[in-house]
């Protein structure tokens, strides 16, 4: 029964996503002229990600510390990364960030296409010049007034414990003096586990999101230093 609900939620995922596009697409015709970071769309996106959670009767989140999000204030937030849907777990902020994406997530039907709308970041895996388009990319964002969202790890963890750190993130937010925003996801790995299309019932979500850490806190830190400090903060929040 469970692989049944499983394959028609994929199927309800499907036809959201092929009934949103278009009006995704109509939002970027529309509002470009007036809107050059892409709010209303991103805004937009978050609704279409947090849709998949409000029409699944099995899974409950709850979302704890939106409140030290800044209005106007860019963030590189970081976050532990679990299962394919801590991204539609983190839309439930509803928070303007641009998304660094591995470059494959991009060619999903419907849902990469939208990806491309909101001039979401994306990076291929092991490729140096890639690497740096996305430093770029992302710095160019912050610098526009966008924050950006980085999972540091890189890939998903297999058993829940983090993974080390990148510190492609780290260096981005000292390059650009802005604050970094650590977010804890907790129970997408049971929800959707790793390498699995397989979606569990009754799982409780949180995402939380804790103390930025300043400029100012960390200006005398080295990279490493940093990498380390934001590590540290994420994994005492998950033990």
Known sequence: ????????????????????????????????P?????????????????LYFWTNPFWSIKISGRDKFKQDQPYVVISNHLSTID??????????????????????????WTM????????????????????KQSKAHLDNGSSIFIFPEGSRSSDGHLKPFKTGAF????EMNVP????????TDKAVPKNSLHFKGHQKITVEVLEPI???????LSLKELTDLAQQRITKAIQ
């Open 1 to 32: 029964m469970s692989y049944l609900l499983s394959a028609l939620y994929l199927l309800w995922v499907v036809i959201i996503s092929v009934i949103l596009f278009p009006i995704a697409l109509i939002i970027r015709i529309v509002t470009t």
């Open 34 to 50: 007036f809107d050059r970071r892409l709010i209303v769309l991103n805004y937009f996106s978050h609704f279409w990600g947090s």
């Open 87 to 112: 991204v539609l777990a983190a839309s439930r902020l509803f928070v303007h960030f641009k998304w660094v994406s591995k470059v494959e997530n991009f060619k999903i039907p419907f849902i990469g």
């Open 116 to 135: 491309y709308l909101n001039r979401y970041v994306a990076i291929k895996r092991g490729g140096i010049s890639s690497i740096k388009s996305m430093m």
């Open 171 to 174: 260096k981005i937010a000292k």
């Open 180 to 187: 970094i925003m650590p977010v804890v996801l907790t129970g």
């Open 214 to 220: 300043t400029p100012e806190e960390y200006q005398e």
